[in-house]
């Protein structure tokens, strides 16, 4: 059996799998169900939240924002929304004595240029560090990066 594709030598009895083609939404006929197991699964002590929406126009004016600069206020974001808790998060209770400092559907601040960034379905994601959290904000709304 032939395990060499271009030029990746795999160990015996793995195999490589087919192309994965990118997808830019989910199968019409997903459930919210369905869709949702498709998230990644923080492992150990990381957090998945999801960037919110940024806004297409400047604040208050109908003039739109470029392109470029909405990538930029997305990739600077300090307001994160918390999808999911890995198994170990805020599990050390030596380093958080207190408990928790947010939970799953909390919007949280944290430092520009957190975490992995990745896109699912064209929304940006990013995978943080439990102690990476700055604070919880009750309504995200007006915050922007300085």
Known sequence: MNNQMSDLILPPG????KQIQPAEKPKENATDEEKATQLPEPS??????????????????ALVKPTDFMRREEQTTTVLFVVKVGPDAYKDTAKFP????????DFVMVRTYTGTRFKMYGKEMRLIND??????VQDP???SHV
């Open 14 to 17: 793995i195999k490589f799998p």
């Open 44 to 61: 150990g002590y990381k957090l998945l939240c999801i960037l919110p929406d940024v806004s297409e126009n400047y604040d208050g004016s």
């Open 131 to 136: 102690d990476q959290i700055e604070g919880v």
């Open 141 to 143: 709304r007006g915050i």
């Open 98 to 105: 207190s408990g928790p400092w947010c939970k799953v559907g």
